[in-house]
């Protein structure tokens, strides 16, 4: 089966097109700056270097219509029409209580995703966006949601509830949702395979750590905790974001600054994190590379950051009642040694002990600790478009059968 799957943020659109027969990667790129000037098409076929077009991209639609043309160009192309596309995997971060797995996407499901728009307005008014644009090009092509909030929802109230009055969870669903779902699913499966065991199992603790940073407690193959709440603002100290903070300086700081609540959010999302500790940048290269030239505040936001990642991984240990592995994923999880032996130091006395020479491994998936450690530590690259590809084809099976 062919599945075209899309990601679409505001102003961009990444996609794949996989084969699941051999789970084979025949074409992928990404559209940029849809809408404003110096949009483009980013199109790679079959692993060939990506081909750049710059073109007036307007919307969303006109962005799909340009991939489906790339995808069936007669040079270029790696289809030789649009029919050939089974199905498409859209990625929608936002699905709510509703949605605890993936679904066909139908009106019902429509509906579903624009009453999360409330409580995702960045991110599930693009995603809609998408599956219009895509409904209008291939109205008879079958197409699913896959939820990045799906694979929390086996999360228990304990872990999910606010100590806010019960009222806000049942007028507004003020609780926590988690994000990175179908990463954190992705990496726990593919650690539960290399250390030989079933998921079903193992306690495992994912870190994904990227521009966005989450981690999840993975308790015999369900996620039972998870640092992302309402938003993705909660948890980790992230590139530019705080993660946890005393919820209290939010009203101080409005008062004490006169600022209005979007100021605020875009302080608490935009302006803070490790960007706002070390006032130099939100990228780990950058300040991995500051740190080790001296600068003290670049060492203070690396320090902060993998301290609060640290008290995450003893925390989950716990609400598991154990751990039998961590799996680092993600731009920083998967390519930084450094931060990960950072991270784990001081982690002995739980079992966590690192290999300095398997921790050079960047990009690959690889068991990082040492011979005996009784957790064992993998890095292992994350592949949500392949997750979207496999729901997709099994949700597409569904529908087959139960025509
Ligand atoms: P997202 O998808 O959330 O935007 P990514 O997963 O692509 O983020 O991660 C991007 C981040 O990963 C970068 O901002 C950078 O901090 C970090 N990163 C990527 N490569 C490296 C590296 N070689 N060393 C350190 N950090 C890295």
Request: aromatic share 8%.
């Amino acid at each position: 089966m062919i599945v075209f799957v899309v990601n679409c943020g505001s102003s961009s659109i990444k996609y794949q097109l996989i084969n699941t027969q051999g789970e084979y990667v025949m074409a992928k790129g990404l559209v940029e700056r849809i809408g404003m000037e110096g949009s483009a098409l980013h199109y790679s076929p079959d692993g060939a270097a990506a081909i750049e077009t710059k073109v007036d991209i307007p919307d969303h639609k006109v962005g799909i219509q340009l991939i489906i043309d790339a995808l069936i160009d007669k040079d270029n192309g790696v289809i030789h029409s649009m029919d050939e596309i089974d199905a498409v995997g859209h990625r929608v971060v936002h699905g709510g209580e509703r949605f605890a797995d993936s679904a066909p996407i139908t009106p019902y499901v429509i509906q579903g995703i624009i009453d999360c728009c409330d409580i995702a307005p960045l991110h599930n008014p693009p995603n809609l966006e998408g599956i219009y644009a895509c409904q209008k090009i291939m109205p008879d092509t079958p197409m699913v949601a896959v939820f990045d909030t799906a694979f929390h929802q086996s999360m228990p109230p304990a872990a999910y509830l606010y100590g806010l009055p019960y009222e806000e969870y049942e007028n507004y669903g003020l609780r926590r949702y988690g994000f990175h779902g179908t990463s954190h699913k992705y990496v726990s499966m593919r650690a539960a395979r290399l250390m030989g065991e079933d998921v079903t199992d193992v306690r495992i603790i994912t870190c994904h750590l990227g521009n966005g940073a989450s981690l999840a407690a993975v308790k015999y193959g369900h996620s039972v905790d998870t640092s992302m709440g309402f938003t993705p603002l909660e948890g980790l100290i992230m590139g530019t974001r705080c993660g946890e903070i005393d919820p209290a300086v939010v009203t101080y700081l409005m008062e004490k600054k006169g600022v209005t609540a979007e100021e605020m959010d875009d302080e608490l999302n935009r302006r803070s994190g490790v960007l706002g500790i070390s006032g130099l940048s939100s990228d780990f290269r950058d300040l991995e590379y500051a740190a080790k030239a001296g600068n003290p505040r670049a060492e203070l936001a690396i320090d902060m950051f993998s301290y609060r990642v640290r008290k995450f991984i003893g925390s989950y240990a716990a609400a598991m009642g154990g751990v039998d592995a961590i799996v680092f994923t993600a731009g920083l999880g998967e390519n930084s040694g450094f931060m990960r032996k950072k991270i784990c130091q001081g982690l002995k006395f739980l079992g966590v002990e690192i290999d300095p020479v398997r921790n050079e491994v960047r990009g690959k998936e690889c068991e990082i600790s040492k011979e005996g450690s009784r957790v064992k530590v993998f890095v292992v690259p994350t592949n949500e478009e392949l997750v979207i590809a496999r729901d997709t084809l099994r949700l597409c099976r569904r529908m087959r059968r139960n025509k």
